[in-house]
């Protein structure tokens, strides 16, 4: 399976951030003989200018969230539909960051991902346990609710979604899972997804996300059901992400 590497910007950049990082990004995959998918999610402000930036190089780019709803009176909110204007290939839904500070449940998250296929955008569902749920034994259970909620929402587009587990308590605090514990629970998704889409040519990716970075990259991408990464402080610096990229490129 091809792996991919997404980028998450979160709420960093300006114009001028932005500009540098997307040229050495640009640069540094021109020629180059990689071999996987590559992605960055940024924040919608800046759809315009990574599209222009990105639009005929081998780099896809997305959104980091999207709205439930189809359109109509949700102020502030980015619909589906706006996306595709911006040919965003992919939209994060349910990162923890939106499940925490906005209170999404499971079933807003999984609507998210609805929406996004239907739009033709391949939704990255983020999944993953506190340190608590990990602490009390919860993580497959917790893991599974959540991917359950969203493979019961896209039906048969199972198979279309791009899944990313992500550790709460490894988010950017430097901690990392190690690559057993990612892989133990990769294989628990994946396990899901078979029965959700049967023995499909195209089973969905199943990304690790959490401090990945260019020194552990290696090792967790090696594992069998870790099909990428999603990078959060390490996208921000082309050097590492080049080093994610390479290293994904070579497994
Ligand atoms: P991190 O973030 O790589 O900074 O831990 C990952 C994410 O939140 O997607």
Redesign the pocket.
Known sequence: MKKLIAG?W?MNGSLAINRDLLAALVSGMAGGDSVCDVAVCVPSAYLQQVQDALVRTPIKWGAQDVSAHDQGAFTGEISANMLRDFACRYTLVG???RRQYHGESDSVVAAKAQRALAAGITPIV?VGETLAERESGQTMMVVKRQLAAAIHAVGHCATEIVV?Y?PVW????GLTASPEQAQEVHAVLRTQLLAACGRSASLPRILY?????ASNAALLLSQPDIDGG??????LKAADFLAIVAAASAV
């Open positions: 998450n979160k990162h923890s960051e983020c990313a992500e490894a988010i950017g605090t996300g959490g401090s990945m970075n999603l990078i959060g402080g390490a996208s």
